[in-house]
């Protein structure tokens, strides 16, 4: 239906069939007149057409004047429609009703569209939003994009650039990362140490800029001068340089875990309910009767969203799951302690011993006061070499400086 | 007291007689076998679904074809679409 179609049908046609004599005169006259005829059709001596609904009476005078019967074939439009059904006061308060709902219903934003980051989730993004009025049945005209962008990017503090762009009932939030110096960490360029961050043993070197103070098969303590930044030249004088570089040693990390030989737990009891909210303009909706009837129980919460022609509509159904929990007397044996100590270790080496190569580990169990008591003695190769700074601003200038005797000094003297 | 001729001689004079000296000043086109266009018309005389025939001024000229109809009508030109088989010039 094209515009022109609509605009005719706003303002109502009538559809009718001319016949006499000389039905063709109808058409040249009421063109002369300037009456809009159009979509006629001529067939049997007849000739059909369309005028709007304003200009039939004229087109009637003009069909008596030239001796052409005229008959109404078809009435459309919005004026007929309304004449048909101005008695039926419901239906009309009904439409009424209909426009002003739609009229309220689109001050309100439905629809945040957000793209998530790699470092942001959409959740979080969407929380702070939130936070700073940017939700589902927020009232549009509240809004103001600049300040929600500007507080949004504080909150978060990861993003370079953010827009919000309010369309219709649609928010369209677009974010940029930050560029962060970290992304393109790499080899130090400001003049550095590397001090030892734990004692051990060197058993190998790899210093690619420096000058190497501590040699293989040293036994060094935390704080050491292993690699130093100062370096001499066969001229005599120093020069700064970044020191780049690891230094991997034998240590020895001693761990100690317990387990309780009896302890009570909470464990689900096999009870659990199911309960579903219907979430519409910021209002939640029960959906039936259930309630949680336990003490103690965990929730998991599912949300459903519906979208329609890829925009999520602002219709929620949250399902809720509640499984009871209830607690429990657990004795374990010495076997069944020791194992569960064993598993404690193993999530300690994954998370805190995961860039040390493991070369021996030495176990001892003993059960003191109804606890048993599982020790841990490892021997692994690490990389102990820590970065200290050299400079002005920085504390640690003076502290590496004095560990590096008298070069250190020419050093210090330098940068004041 | 003549009253003045709005327009000046120009227009009334000089450029209607232009007009009236023309052999014809009938133009049509076509659109393959489907659409016509007729400018300069001054009414139309016959309207059927196989026939049209519209006046230009002294003579008329006859549309023939199937399923024709007046697809939009001026003052000074119509436009026949359907299948036309023939167009007649009566002078």
């Known amino acids: 239906m094209s515009i022109l179609d609509i605009t005719r049908f706003i303002r109502g046609y009538v559809e009718f069939e001319a016949s006499g004599s000389f039905p063709e005169r109808l058409i040249n006259l009421s063109l002369r007149k300037g009456l ?40 459309r439009g919005v004026p007929f429609i309304y004449m048909h059904n101005r008695r039926r006061s419901g239906l009309v308060a009904g439409a009424l ?126 704080g050491d001068l292993l690699v130093s930044g100062v370096v001499s030249t066969e001229s005599g004088g120093d020069f700064l340089s970044p020191s780049i570089g690891s230094v991997y040693a034998e240590t020895t990390v001693e761990k100690t875990v317990e387990q309780p030989m009896s302890y009570k737990q909470s464990l ?35 949300r459903l969203n519906f979208i329609s022609c890829g925009s999520v509509m602002p ?4 399902n809720e799951y509640c499984t009871e929990y209830k607690e429990n007397d657990i004795s374990l044996t010495k076997e069944e302690a020791h194992k569960s100590c064993l598993a404690a270790l193993a999530l300690y080496e994954a998370f805190h011993m995961q860039n040390c190569e493991i070369k021996k580990r030495e176990l001892k169990g003993e059960i003191k006061n109804n606890t048993y008591v599982l020790t841990a003695k490892y021997t692994c190769v ?25 070069g250190a000094q020419s050093e210090s003297d330098t940068a004041n | 007291m003549a009253e003045k001729q709005e327009g000046g001689f120009l227009r009334n004079g000089l450029f209607s007689r232009i007009e009236e000296l023309k052999p ?68």
Not at chain 1, 386 to 405: C, F, K, R, W
Request: with cysteine.
């Open chain 1, 36 to 75: 809009n005829v159009y979509d006629t059709r001529g067939s049997g001596g007849t000739v059909k057409g369309r005028v709007p609904k304003s200009q039939f009476e004229a087109l009637k005078r003009l069909g008596s004047r030239c001796g052409v019967d005229i008959r109404v074939i078809k009435t």
């Open chain 1, 268 to 302: 689900p009891s096999g009870n659990f309910t199911q309960r579903s909210m219907l979430e519409f303009l910021g209002i939640r909706l029960p959906l039936g009767l259930s309630y949680v009837p336990y003490e103690s129980y965990t929730s998991q919460r599912e």
């Open chain 1, 97 to 222: 009703c209909f426009a002003v709902l739609c009229y309220f219903l689109t001050s309100f934003v439905w629809v945040i569209d957000v793209e998530p980051t790699s470092r942001v989730s959409e959740y979080e993004i969407r929380q702070a939003l939130k936070d700073h009025g940017l939700h589902s049945g927020a009232w549009r005209d509240s809004l103001v994009p600049d300040t929600i962008e500007r507080e949004t990017m504080m909150q978060l503090g990861l993003f370079g650039w953010m827009s919000v762009n309010i369309t219709g009932t649609v928010a369209k939030v677009t974010v940029s990362e930050k560029y962060s110096p970290e992304d393109t960490k790499g080899e130090e360029v400001r003049p550095c140490n590397i001090k030892a961050k734990k004692d051990g043993q060197i058993v190998k070197m790899d210093v690619k800029s420096g000058e190497s103070i501590a040699k293989l098969g040293d036994a060094v303590t935390k």
């Open chain 1, 382 to 406: 690490e990389d102990i070499g820590e970065i200290s700074y050299i400079g002005v601003d920085e504390g640690s200038e003076d502290e590496a400086a004095n560990e590096q005797g008298s």
């Open chain 2, 24 to 91: 014809s000043s009938v133009f049509l086109e076509m659109k393959g076998n489907t659409e016509v266009t007729i400018e300069g018309c001054k009414g139309i005389l016959e309207y059927d679904s196989l026939l049209i025939r519209v006046s230009v001024g002294g003579a008329a000229i006859t549309v023939n074809g199937r399923g024709l109809c007046i697809k939009c009508l001026s003052l000074s030109s119509v436009v026949i679409c359907g299948v036309i088989t023939s167009i007649e010039y009566e002078g």
């Open chain 1, 315 to 318: 219709v929620d159904i949250y």
